[in-house]
């Protein structure tokens, strides 16, 4: 199946399915990345040993030379001092401006090499092969960006891929709480957009949870979906796309405050799509929004409380530090019934308080 992204003069496929990685090469020559140049694939030290070997395989063998760098897994590689060593190795194995960068793994090396791709020589070709549930969302859109030890994702670029090449057999290996993780940014996509696809997940949550392929497809589809309509109406966050970070502000907050790796990002984000449909029913959503958003996120096992002992000042500071925070205001998204969202610049700093008291 694909699915096409279109920005203005430009589009580029996403396609969803099994058995890809081996046929690479056909996908990459389709989508119009040159074999004269080399490639780097950037992957982590726990997808590497599954998948890597099997992508080199398949690219040299359709004709493509490659390098590879593998990171260690994990949030911290999405660091200025791994960037450096992924320039370093791309300069090295000299790659030039008709070389493609290919992520091969999840949002973390997506993001990274992504971040590589969009600022190396001002910007080289990019390949996404997403390898987790939560890159439905990470490889569509271009954000690209690696994390200041303060905040989250705060250096960056916005540099789109040529390719989405999302093979769905590489899930088996994911660990469940990485399943549910990811399954937090996919209902997040119904609870902004579509009450519908929303009410599904929550339906099919078990067979999701179970990875059955039928549904991960369909899901990961409408997922990837809804995230490329919604890029497509707005590339640069100008105003729509802020609605694609419901739950992010308090969710990076709480990802900083634990300290990066301690929440994975969808958990956090989970927490925060709780607190924003109880903000969103006290300014006057639909009720039960809270009530109905909280079954959605437990049926897919995801948190939705804090620990007492998490500080809400530390947590409001790391949200003043947040990229949402604009001319002076804080911009929140809040639900005003499920798959309807507002971006709210009016929310009291004081309803947001009393909203994390009342998750702990
Ligand atoms: P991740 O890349 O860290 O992957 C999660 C874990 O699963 C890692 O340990 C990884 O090594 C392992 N893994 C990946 N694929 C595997 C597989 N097939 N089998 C076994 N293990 C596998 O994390 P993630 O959840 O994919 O992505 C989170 C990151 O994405 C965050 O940094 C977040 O900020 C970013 N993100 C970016 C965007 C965007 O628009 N750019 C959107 C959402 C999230
Ligand atoms: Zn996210």
């Known amino acids: 199946?694909?699915?096409?992204?279109?920005?203005?003069?430009?589009?580029?496929?996403?396609?969803?399915?099994?058995?890809?990685?081996?046929?690479?090469?056909?996908?990459?020559?389709?989508?119009?990345?040159?074999?004269?140049?080399?490639?780097?694939?950037?992957?982590?030290?726990?997808?590497?040993?599954?998948?890597?070997?099997?992508?080199?395989?398949?690219?040299?063998?359709?004709?493509?030379?490659?390098?590879s760098a593998v990171v260690p897994a994990g949030e911290q590689s999405k660091s200025l001092t791994v960037y450096n060593d992924l320039v370093t190795r791309a300069i090295e194995a000299g790659l030039d401006r008709s070389s493609a960068i290919l992520a091969l793994g999840g949002g973390v090396v997506g993001d990274l090499a992504g971040f590589v791709a969009g600022t190396y020589m001002r910007g080289i070709r990019f390949v996404q092969v997403p390898t987790t549930i939560l890159a439905h969302d990470s490889s569509v859109g271009g954000k690209v960006a690696v994390n200041h030890p303060l905040a989250?994702?705060?250096?960056?670029?916005?540099?789109?891929?040529?390719?989405?090449?999302?093979?769905?057999?590489?899930?088996?290996?994911?660990?469940?709480?990485?399943?549910?993780?990811?399954?937090?940014?996919?209902?997040?996509?119904?609870?902004?957009?579509?009450?519908?696809?929303?009410?599904?997940?929550?339906?099919?949550?078990?067979?999701?949870?179970?990875l059955e392929p039928e549904a991960l497809i369909y899901g990961l589809e409408r997922g990837c979906a809804i995230k490329a309509q919604i890029v497509s109406r707005d590339e640069r966050e100008n105003d729509l796309r802020a609605i694609l970070n419901l739950g992010h502000t308090l969710g990076h907050a709480i990802e900083a405050v634990a300290g990066y790796g301690r929440y994975l990002h969808g958990e956090a984000i989970a927490v925060g799509m709780a607190a924003a449909a109880l903000l969103g029913e006290e300014r006057g959503g639909e009720t039960g929004l809270y009530a109905e958003t909280m079954l959605?996120?437990?049926?897919?096992?995801?948190?939705?409380?804090?620990?007492?002992?998490?500080?809400?000042?530390?947590?409001?500071?790391?949200?003043?530090?947040?990229?949402?925070?604009?001319?002076?205001?804080?911009?929140?998204?809040?639900?005003?019934?499920?798959?309807?969202?507002?971006?709210?610049?009016?929310?009291?700093?004081d309803a947001v308080r009393d909203v994390i008291e009342r998750l702990k």
């Not at 390719?163 to 057999?169: A, E, I, N, S, T």
């Not at 990811?182 to 579509?194: C, F, P, S, T």
């Not at 002076?328 to 971006?343: D, K, N, Q, T």
Request: glycine share 8%.
């Open 1 to 67: 199946k694909t699915l096409t992204v279109e920005l203005g003069e430009r589009s580029y496929p996403i396609v969803i399915g099994g058995g890809l990685l081996d046929r690479a090469a056909d996908y990459l020559r389709q989508a119009g990345v040159p074999d004269k140049s080399p490639l780097m694939i950037v992957s982590d030290d726990n997808v590497a040993p599954l998948y890597l070997e099997r992508l080199e395989s398949a690219l040299s063998g359709g004709g493509y030379r490659v390098v």
């Open 152 to 210: 989250k994702n705060m250096i960056g670029v916005f540099h789109q891929p040529e390719l989405v090449l999302y093979d769905v057999d590489t899930l088996n290996t994911l660990p469940p709480r990485e399943v549910r993780a990811g399954l937090a940014e996919m209902v997040k996509h119904g609870l902004i957009w579509d009450r519908e696809f929303a009410e599904w997940c929550w339906n099919n949550a078990p067979r999701l949870l179970d």
């Open 296 to 349: 959605m996120l437990r049926a897919l096992e995801l948190p939705v409380t804090l620990p007492e002992d998490m500080d809400t000042e530390a947590l409001m500071a790391a949200m003043q530090r947040d990229k949402k925070f604009r001319e002076g205001r804080m911009v929140y998204i809040v639900p005003s019934e499920i798959g309807r969202v507002e971006i709210a610049s009016d929310v009291d700093a």
